[in-house]
């Protein structure tokens, strides 16, 4: 009897799902924050990064035992290590605010976090139709959403930073412990659009 054939786009999809969980529990975190809480939900996005870990294991595994592959093998082993990134950068951000003791939220954190949000879900969106990559319109617009999404992270990244560095100069812990969540938050965006422009190198590649 044949064996079941392995759905990468499937796998693909679930882990940016994966992804977008975390990013909603950080806004979550954000929203309603108490530090006294934050311990369990560091536990908690710890263990759907945990899931997306073991996702990622299950692509390799098939990738480097399989003979056919829907795309080529480095592609899917690319696509799936960028995504792996969105999920640990997302969960480094929550390290950040334990290890700093934040005590309340700065604010544009939120709106930050927020923008993330919504790129992990444009994200999902884009690999649902990734596997009809040759045939989708709503592909490209995705990938485009998630891009402009990234230029608003990057002018809300800028004036946080200088508004910390304006509005706060006798707290130079403080600017450090924001300044350093803030660039880990950048690079959670940065991450969403490296896998959309991967993906868009993919569809070149393949067209």
């Not at 940016?16 to 806004?27: H, I, N, Q």
């Not at 908690?44 to 073991?54: C, L, P, R």
């Not at 990738?63 to 899917?76: G, M, N, R, S, W």
């Not at 969960?91 to 992990?120: C, G, S």
Request: charged share 30%; proline share 2%.
């Amino acid at each position: 009897m044949a064996r079941e054939k392995f759905d990468y786009f499937g796998a693909l999809e679930r882990q940016g799902k994966y992804a977008c969980e975390e990013a909603l529990m950080l806004v979550e975190l954000f929203r309603d924050f108490d530090p006294a809480t934050l311990p369990e939900k560091l536990d908690a996005m710890h263990a759907v990064e945990n899931s997306a870990d073991q996702q990622n294991h299950e692509i390799f595994t098939h990738v480097a035992t399989e003979f056919l592959t829907p795309l080529e093998k480095e592609d899917i082993v690319e696509l799936a290590h960028r995504l792996d990134d969105i999920c640990d950068y997302i969960d480094d951000v929550t390290q950040q605010l334990y290890m700093y003791d934040i005590q309340d939220i700065y604010p544009h954190a939120l709106a930050m976090a927020e923008i993330i949000e919504q790129a992990t879900a444009r994200l999902v969106d884009a690999l649902r139709e990734f596997r009809n990559f040759r045939k989708s319109r709503a592909l490209a617009d995705h990938v485009i959403e998630i891009n402009d999404l990234e230029e608003e992270a990057d002018k809300l990244y800028l004036k946080s930073i200088r508004d910390l560095y304006v509005n706060h100069t006798d707290e130079p812990v403080y600017i450090m412990a924001w300044s350093n969540v803030f660039a880990r938050m950048e690079r959670c965006i940065d991450a969403c659009e490296n896998v959309a422009d991967m993906m868009g190198t993919v569809v070149l590649k393949n067209s």
